[in-house]
């Protein structure tokens, strides 16, 4: 679909289904009625200010293919405005007491409001309130008396659309034309939406059906529950590793069927997302590299080298954290914090490696004498400042025999020895510091 730019004229006349005068709830600081008229054509639903002078550009517009949802405001509930931004509204328990309006509450110490200017009065006398009602239900009321459920609409578009989730709520001047507005709307979209597919050669429209399908929710459901029910197969087959025959051909029958669901899974994802769209998502990349490297092991599992790949298997259970929300909210945010955890991680790895170079040099020929390879080169005494910094016995198993210079004899107390360097205490000491706590 064209979309009109904002600097665009209006569309021809002949192209207008229907127009006409209502008011749209503005939010973003003012939080009014504002006067718009409401125009649709064959594509889109588009907004001008309906004041003179002001009617030949479009102030706003919603593509009909984007529209999720047009429903009377008396059957929404109220709720869901509160926190859209559409509504912003103060909860009051009935009329006689109500609430200050937003942005009056400030007072000064002496108790005396703040002066109030001309625009301010004019926005708080249109701000909304809700109410309890004498059944206990939320109302949503308007400082004039009037409720936006009188006479209005709502209009909701697609979360990945052109106009990003946003809730449109409007008001007209009597119920017959609120209800009127209502079913064109419902009928223009729904046609734009249909000539908008059947528009799309069969290639096209065998994509959409496919990511309808793929993106479904009992199609995600099924592909999750494989995903578990694949993972405890795992467990199952590490709990028994000498089950016998029998066993090792049920897990590698398993295998082969849960493999070939996967694959299935993999073409039907890649084919809805043809070309770019599929490869430019990391979690795509990730399941297909997943469901390669498992079919290559079973074709190829006669050769040791590609045998091992079979071990790709457990990495099928990371692949829950795509279907539900909740744990690729999780994951999304660890992922996105790995730079500067690996920034940290970077230092973290040079000051240990330049404390293993200082212990090499000063407790190379010590750690011999002690009988140990804590500090027989580098990659020794690298791994032994790693495990300083994790709290493993380092003060009694790696330290201390540092204070002497040769190692106990058979009946020796440690406090009838004689301490001959006192260095290790500061060396690792300060290591701990900051490698411990620091970093």
């Avoid at 106009?163 to 017959?176: A, P």
């Amino acid at each position: 679909i064209e979309l009109l730019d904002e600097n665009l004229a209006l569309p021809d006349e002949a192209d207008v289904a229907k127009s006409g005068a209502l008011y749209l709830r503005c939010s973003g600081g003012r939080e009014d009625w504002q006067p718009r008229r409401m125009l649709t054509t064959p594509s889109i639903i588009g907004f001008t200010l309906n004041r003179k002078g002001s009617t030949e550009r479009l102030r706003d517009r919603i593509p009909l293919t984007d529209i999720r949802s047009v429903d009377l405001f008396e059957h929404v509930n109220p709720l869901e405005f509160l926190h859209s931004g559409t509504l912003r509204s103060s909860l009051v328990m009935s009329e006689d007491t109500p609430l200050p309006p937003r942005g009056e509450a400030g007072a000064d110490a002496e108790g005396s409001a703040k002066p109030k200017t001309p625009r301010t009065q004019k926005r708080q006398e249109s701000q909304s309130r809700f109410r309890l009602t004498e059944t206990g239900d939320l109302e949503h009321v308007m400082t004039d008396g009037s409720t936006p459920g009188s006479n209005s609409f709502v209009i909701r578009t697609l979360d990945d659309g052109w106009n990003s989730g946003r809730t449109y709520l409007l008001r007209c001047s009597t119920q017959e034309d609120t209800e009127a507005w209502v079913a064109h709307l419902r009928l223009m979209s729904d046609a734009a939406k249909y000539t908008h597919e059947t528009s799309l050669h069969l290639g096209l429209r065998i994509k959409v059906s496919l990511d309808r399908f793929y993106h479904a929710w009992p199609s995600q459901a099924f592909w999750g529950l494989m995903i578990a029910a694949n993972f405890i197969c795992n467990i199952w087959e590490a709990q028994e590793p000498d089950g016998g025959a029998e066993l090792e051909s049920l897990f590698k029958n398993l295998d082969i069927l849960f493999t070939c669901i996967f694959s299935f899974e993999i073409v039907i994802s890649l084919l809805s997302s043809w070309f770019l769209p599929f490869w430019r998502d990391a979690w795509n990349v990730f399941d297909f590299i997943v469901v390669a490297l498992s079919i290559t092991a079973l074709v190829a599992e006669e050769l040791p080298v590609l045998s091992t790949l079979r071990l790709i298997r457990v990495f099928r259970a990371v692949r829950l954290f795509r279907k539900f929300k909740s744990l690729r909210i999780i994951t999304n945010a660890i992922i996105g914090s790995l730079v500067p955890v690996l920034n940290t991680v970077l230092i973290l790895i040079l000051v240990t490696s330049m404390f293993a170079i200082l212990a090499v040099e000063l407790y190379h020929e010590r750690g011999a004498l002690q009988g140990t390879n804590d500090f027989k080169n580098f990659y020794f005494a690298l791994f032994t400042m790693y495990q300083v910094s994790t709290g493993d016995s380092w003060a009694s198993a790696i330290a201390r025999p540092l204070f002497y210079d040769l190692p106990p004899e058979p009946g020796d107390m440690e406090q009838d020895r004689e301490v001959t360097d006192y260095s290790p205490l500061i060396f690792f000491s300060t290591y701990t510091v900051v490698a411990s706590l620091i970093l």
